[in-house]
Every structure is written in structure tokens, then in C-alpha cells.
């Protein structure tokens, strides 16, 4: 069965060390998709991409970054971690093709990030 | 930017009992609208949507109305059970992005 998968799934980590988040999917979804969750925000979108090659900036990207080499993988790096980027993260991915808008967003288990 | 408001934050309700979530958002750009649900420690899950086209949609005992000209969605859950338990949260778009609102805590008391 097709499934979107993170890596790793529970992280501790130090201010200031560079955090690579893995996220892959075999949906063969064109878009992927990071997003963080904090209790009172909900979910806030961090960058997304549209096909390889292609990557944007969402609502809170300042402090991580992504690349997008192939269709399966969108990793998210945090340059220099800080406290403020604990948080718990989510990838998800979606298909193209509808003519009415966006499509089924399906995600990941989570990445839990603690930095101390 | 869209911008989509979700009341209230939390919610009690008795079994059997019918829950209301509702959702306004900011861009009448926005065509779909997704309502996701997600249980203590796991991911979010899409439980139904509803797309620009259509007003109202039904799945079993959940249903989501859509109110394009007051840019405003909600969810309605009808008899109310247990398993119902959980952060409810509800998404508008535009293009291929969404945007969700904080979430709601649904809980229903046996």
C-alpha cells in the first residue's frame, strides 16, 4: 500500500545544531507539504513543493528550509535549531489533477522535535 | 492571505448528542474545504469535504455545510459517541494550499 512516511519519528536536540527532518511518500503525489502543530496554533504551514525542482515558502518558514530532488522526498532541514522550533511536525502530500481545487491532503505519523 | 477562524475551541458533549463546528474564512478565492480529525497522538485524518460546487454534503452521522456568500462552513456530528473524542479542525484553500483553523477539542461524555 501506498504510504507517506517520517523519519525520525522523536528527536532531542541542541540550539544552534543543524535537524533534518525525512519525509517520504510512495503516493506519487506531485505536492508535498510541511507543516508545524503548537498547541493554540493548529496547524501552520512551513514550505510546500509542487513537483521537483520546485519549492515555496509558507506561512512560517523562517529557520528551516527544504530541497526537492525526486517526486518521493521532501526532507526539512532546520539550519540552527532553536527552542522556538520545538514543536511537532507534520509532512502530508497531494495529487494534481482536479479541476475544482485542491486535493485530499494525506499525512505523515509526526515528527516530535525537542530543542534544548 | 486566506485566514480561517474555527469556534469555538472546545466543546462537551453528553453521548448521544449532536455537535456543531463551525468556520469562517477570509478569501472568496477559496474552493475546497476540508474537515480533518485527530486523535491524542496521532496524525490528522480527513473525515469529509465539501468543494465550492455543492452546499451541503453528507457521510453517515457526520455532515458539512458550506455558505459561500457569508464565507462560512461548518461540521455537524449527530448522535455523539465516545470514539467522536478528539481535535476537530477545519481547512479552506485556495490553488493547492490549505489553511487550517486552530482546532476544536470535541469531547463526549458516556
Known amino acids: 500500500d501506498a504510504e507517506i512516511t517520517q523519519s525520525p519519528r522523536h528527536k532531542i536536540t541542541e540550539t544552534g545544531r543543524q535537524v533534518t527532518l525525512a519525509c517520504h511518500q510512495t503516493w506519487n503525489h506531485n505536492n508535498m507539504f510541511w507543516y508545524r502543530q503548537d498547541l493554540g496554533h493548529g496547524l501552520r504551514l512551513i514550505h510546500y513543493?509542487?513537483?521537483?525542482?520546485?519549492?515555496n515558502k509558507g506561512e512560517v518558514s523562517d529557520g528551516y528550509s527544504v530541497s526537492r530532488s525526486n517526486t518521493e522526498d521532501l526532507p526539512l532541514t532546520l539550519e540552527s535549531a532553536a527552542s522556538s522550533q520545538t514543536s511537532v511536525y507534520f509532512c502530508?502530500?497531494?495529487?494534481?489533477?482536479?479541476?475544482?481545487?485542491?486535493?485530499?491532503?494525506?499525512f505523515g505519523a509526526g515528527s516530535r522535535l525537542t530543542v534544548l | 492571505g486566506e485566514n480561517v477562524e474555527q469556534h469555538p475551541s472546545t466543546l462537551s458533549v453528553q453521548e448521544g448528542d449532536s455537535a456543531v463546528i463551525k468556520c469562517t474564512y477570509s478569501?472568496?478565492?477559496?474552493?475546497?474545504f476540508p474537515w480533518y480529525k485527530q486523535e491524542l497522538g496521532k496524525r490528522p485524518q480527513l473525515i469529509i469535504d465539501i468543494r465550492s460546487n455543492v452546499g451541503e454534503k453528507k457521510d453517515q452521522r457526520i455532515a458539512v455545510t458550506l455558505n459561500k456568500t457569508a464565507k462560512h462552513f461548518s461540521l455537524h456530528i449527530t448522535e455523539t459517541q465516545p470514539e467522536d473524542s478528539a481535535v476537530y479542525f477545519c481547512a479552506a484553500s485556495i490553488a493547492e494550499q490549505l489553511v487550517f483553523g486552530k482546532g476544536m477539542k470535541l469531547t463526549v461524555n458516556p
Open positions: 478569501d472568496s478565492a477559496s474552493n475546497y
Open positions: 513543493s509542487y513537483g521537483v525542482q520546485d519549492t
Open positions: 502530508a502530500s497531494s495529487g494534481t489533477g482536479s479541476t475544482t481545487g485542491a486535493n485530499v491532503l494525506t
